[in-house]
């Protein structure tokens, strides 16, 4: 999955696997590697989350001769088929690039006991897509909090553009704050601000927040995130310790420049690391 021009990943396959398998565990440890888009693999303790992977090319194939190409623009980390390592996967909402079938199921095959989480609003969507019984996934909702795999999963809303809800007031847009043992990070999602969000991400004292940097536009005819400016201000309202971007570098027309992120996170002070496809962040106690 590369093709001219393309950025390359930090590492892939082997080496990345390599990297993954080898990082020493520990309770005061917490690795995490972003692998592109908004998808991260975590690892404390020896046991593994992922979040919102997308390790495929469904979508460059699905609009590939339509007037909205979703044209690659770095390569692809891992067949998400190797991934036979995971405890806990979560899909922050339905869209493809958060929940693809592509790489979901080569996951759910290679970790036939694997927790799956997922907004509680997209039971049957994630049911058909998967092809799983509507009762296997972990549903989830504002506020809830499940253990599951050794990592502790709280629901907030995210507001993709706004926040939403079905019929049964199940959000259809979740982020998820992840306590691994002494850590608490924050992955978005795909989100805006709304009213009341720093100040509930501010309780949770949050070491990482994994924010997007891709921002908005009607020209590009899909619904809209936070931009680099927007990520700063609400790590910084929230008392984040370390803000994480992602959501760029994905697709041509619906991308960020971390570049002018870490250009804001300077200027207002904000602790700030920008991850290429495969590369990993270390943190200790």
Known sequence: MYYF??????????????????????????????????????????RFLLMDPYLSDSLTKKYAGTDMPHVRMSERVVDPARLGIVSVLTCSHAHTDHMDPETVRPILAANPRLHLVIPESTRDIASERLGLD????IGMNDGMTKVVGGFEV??????????ETDDAGNHLYLGYVVQAGPWRLYHSGDTRRYD???ERLAGFHLDIGLLPINGWSAERRVKGNLDSEESVTLGIEAQIRL?????FDMFEFNTGDPDDFLT??????LPARVLRPGERLTLEV
């Open 5 to 46: 021009g393309m950025k390359p990943a930090f590492q892939k396959d082997d080496e990345f696997l390599s990297d993954v398998r080898s990082a020493p565990a520990g309770r005061g440890i917490l690795h995490l590697w972003w692998l592109g888009q908004s998808g991260f693999l975590v690892q404390h303790g020896g």
């Open 134 to 137: 509507r009762s296997r996934p």
């Open 154 to 163: 709280t629901a907030l809303p995210s507001a993709h553009d706004t926040p």
């Open 196 to 198: 009341g969000m720093a």
């Open 243 to 247: 803000v994480v971007p992602h959501h």
């Open 264 to 269: 804001a996170a300077g200027r207002h002070g």
